[in-house]
């Protein structure tokens, strides 16, 4: 009898470790993407703060503001995966390339087409990695953040044609 | 002895499924995705009837749009018949305000919980999309633009 319970015993536990090595690298990696999305969308606005800050767009402000709410909402996600937060951006140098255009460009209208580009840019980044991200919660912390992204956009072209 | 040391095997590994698949249980299932949509569906087509009554060009350009949502959210399975939200009386373009906030209530419930990656990259495109009607529609009434951080259809 007590034979018969350690074969037992032995075959659920290879069972359960057979299923926890199954499941421990599929879970590893998802867990993988997920930080390596939300770090890249936590750096985006970082940079559209600083790009912002930079800017001397009016309504600019206001943008930064929620830029900043952004960043610390996805920080919570960040924390939560136990992975580095990510610094404040202080050099154009490390802005993404649309983010830059935007202090590149010329006077006021070519510096406002910019910035719609650059929100265009920043919606896709969040577009683009929602699909690596497992938690309900943080799905929809990420896909309002794109829904203010889009806000910004609109809040672009309105200003564009006064 | 061989046929009853495979049987005792089946049925571990039979448990050990149930086991894991009872981890899984532990929360309650989200129905699925066709219901899950279904208020995003009834919400696209009350603001496409709402933006059709105000009329004009952003009207018109705003019921296509919401068309155009009723259209992609039947493709990706959402089921008919979800009780439509409720529009307030008043302005057309007040009424229809209140009505972009409750689809994107239903949008940002559907994309936390919808199993298919299609339809989550759907439902968060309309609730951008929604989103920006929001501001095009504060801006003609007159309300100015930017409200909150994480539009979610519960702001003003």
Partial sequence: MRERLSRREALAAGLAGAAALAIAPAAAGAASAEGDALTALMRAELDAMFVYRESRLDGAAAIIEQDLAHARAIATHVEAL??????????????????????????GAARRQA???YERSLIAGCAQRLAQLEDPNTVRTVATVMAGHAQHLVLHELMSRR | MVAGRWSRRVLLAAG?????AGCGDTEREPPPDVDLLAPSLAAALALAAAYE?????????LAARERDHAQRLREAGAR??????????????????????????AH????????????????AELLADDARHVVQLRDRLGLGGLTTSFPDGRDA
């Fill in chain 1, 82 to 107: 136990a992975l580095p937060l990510q610094r404040p951006a202080d050099d154009r140098a490390d802005l993404p390339p649309e983010g830059l255009a935007v202090l590149e460009a010329g006077g």
């Fill in chain 1, 115 to 117: 910035a719609m580009a």
């Fill in chain 2, 108 to 123: 940002v419930h559907a994309v936390g919980l919808v199993r298919a990656r299609g339809a989550r990259a759907l439902t």
């Fill in chain 2, 16 to 20: 050990a499924g149930l086991a894991l």
């Fill in chain 2, 80 to 105: 008919d018949g979800a009780d439509a939200p409720d529009a307030p009386d008043g302005p057309p373009l007040e009424a229809a305000l209140a009505l972009e906030q409750a689809a994107m209530r």
């Fill in chain 2, 53 to 61: 009554r105000a009329g004009g060009r952003l009207g018109r350009a």
